[in-house]
């Protein structure tokens, strides 16, 4: 908090994406009034992230342009569509053609604004030792969006309608347009670029595809986004179905993700350096794939609310240390591209979530399973969502039997980075020749 561009860049952000949350909830909320259809909810989420999956091109364009008017442009037209969203609910003129329209404009936003925003954060911290900082910082000032938006969408929807959640969220983003304005930054070198888009697009997938650790990482982030994620299209039907409530207890349930994901933003925040990062990705995905199996499993409010907190954990915990070894071992000159395919990984495989998980809830039929000697009865959502805990945990498992292939690769590049102090390579290769020096006499 010490650099102003960040200072400036938080507080925007942490007014704007309260706003974002609070559309969010107010969408699948309108959808599910208006349907009362969990394909249809699965439906339009994958209509409003499947343009993200043009994100590896957005990513060329984000390593040849200034990255703050890329952010200045997104930003404007994101406030534009939830004014828009705004107004047909005011009018009572909305339809679900209007809302598939509008997600899928948001989605073509987010493919540029996603990687344009995380190969900015560090245009914004001058000291490179802070960037896991300034990452972890950042998923808390999200998360705490995610805690309070959800909580003041219930409470606004339930006293008026969604309309006003849209209208908020769009004079929120007044906030983030004046940070981006008021930042003093360096002007950015505009290096001439002599390769075509292809050549730079092919560049980028040779680049993620061949270098191990981020291709692991990148692979079990979107497994976790495919099948773990999704779990949020489904909160409408399990508040009123499930748990018998209604928009204010889809506040909760949603404000119980965004606590834990809070309580792991914070705890990686308060971490010195990248070092124990690795190990985390695998026990994260543990995390978030039982606790979304406990969800699927329960029928009561409480029950339910502490299993999405150990669901927020473990998302976020996965999510920010994937970021942040990436954004650690990722070469400059190829970072916006990078981060398009973090991008794809995190909202383009969400659509394909989306619309599985809808549709598996809306084929699985509801079962009855005998429990000490009662009936135990799963609807289609639950059986769903513990069918996508269990591949969550599958994949953590996957990624610890990686994990001794990748150390010898990062090593190095923590050792050039400074982030292995050479001390402690000294003593390691000192070690190394004394086990040698056993084996030789043995």
Request: with cysteine.
């Amino acid at each position: 908090m010490r650099h102003r561009n960040f200072r400036l860049y938080f507080g925007g952000q942490s007014i704007s994406v309260i706003g974002t949350w609070m559309t969010r909830v107010a969408t699948s909320w309108l959808v599910y009034r208006l349907t009362k259809s969990s394909l249809l909810l699965g439906t339009v989420n994958f209509a409003g992230q499947i343009p993200t999956l043009f994100a590896p091109v957005a990513g060329v364009f984000v390593d040849r342009l200034d990255r703050r008017k890329v952010l200045l442009w997104t930003q404007g037209l994101a406030m534009v569509q939830s004014l828009a969203l705004a107004g047909l609910v005011f009018s009572g003129r909305i339809t679900i053609p209007w809302i598939f329209a509008l997600s899928a404009m948001q989605g073509i936003i987010n493919s540029f604004d996603m990687p344009g925003r995380q190969s900015f954060l560090i245009k914004m911290v001058d000291d490179r030792d802070d960037l896991g900082n300034a990452i972890a910082i950042n998923s808390s000032m999200a998360t705490m969006a995610r805690l309070i938006g959800p909580m003041i969408a219930g409470i606004v929807i339930g006293f008026s309608s969604e309309a006003w959640c849209f209208l908020i969220d769009g004079v929120s983003y007044i906030a983030v347009l004046y940070s981006l304005f008021a930042m003093r930054l360096e002007p950015m070198k505009q290096h001439r670029v002599h390769a075509s888009m292809w050549t730079q697009l092919k560049e980028g997938w040779h680049y993620v595809s061949t270098f191990l650790p981020v291709r692991t990482i990148l692979l079990v982030f979107s497994l976790n986004s495919l099948m773990g994620i999704p779990f949020v299209v489904l909160m409408p039907i399990f508040a009123a179905q499930v748990l018998h409530g209604g928009a204010h207890t889809l506040g909760f349930l949603m404000s119980a993700t965004g606590l834990g994901a809070l309580a792991s933003a914070i705890s990686l925040a308060a971490r010195k350096n990248v070092r124990g990062l690795f190990r985390m990705i695998p026990l994260a995905g543990a995390t978030f794939g039982l606790g979304l199996i406990g969800f699927g499993l329960s029928h009561v409010f409480w029950i339910s609310w502490i299993m999405l907190v150990f669901v927020g954990m473990g998302m976020m915990q996965g999510m920010a240390a994937s970021n942040t070894l990436i954004q650690t071992l990722v070469s400059e000159d190829k970072r916006g591209r990078v981060m398009s395919y973090y991008t794809l990984g995190f909202t383009g495989m969400a659509p394909f979530g989306a619309l599985l998980a809808g549709t598996l809830a809306h084929a699985l039929p509801t079962r009855t399973f005998p429990l000490f000697g009662s009936p135990f009865i799963l609807t289609g959502e639950q059986l769903t969502i513990i069918f996508n805990g269990s591949i969550v945990v599958l994949g953590a498992l996957w990624f610890s039997s990686q994990m001794p292939k990748l150390r010898p690769i990062i090593r190095p590049i923590y050792l050039k980075l400074g982030i292995i102090p050479a001390t402690e390579k000294l003593t390691e290769e000192l070690a190394e020749e004394e086990i040698a020096a056993e084996q030789i006499q043995a």
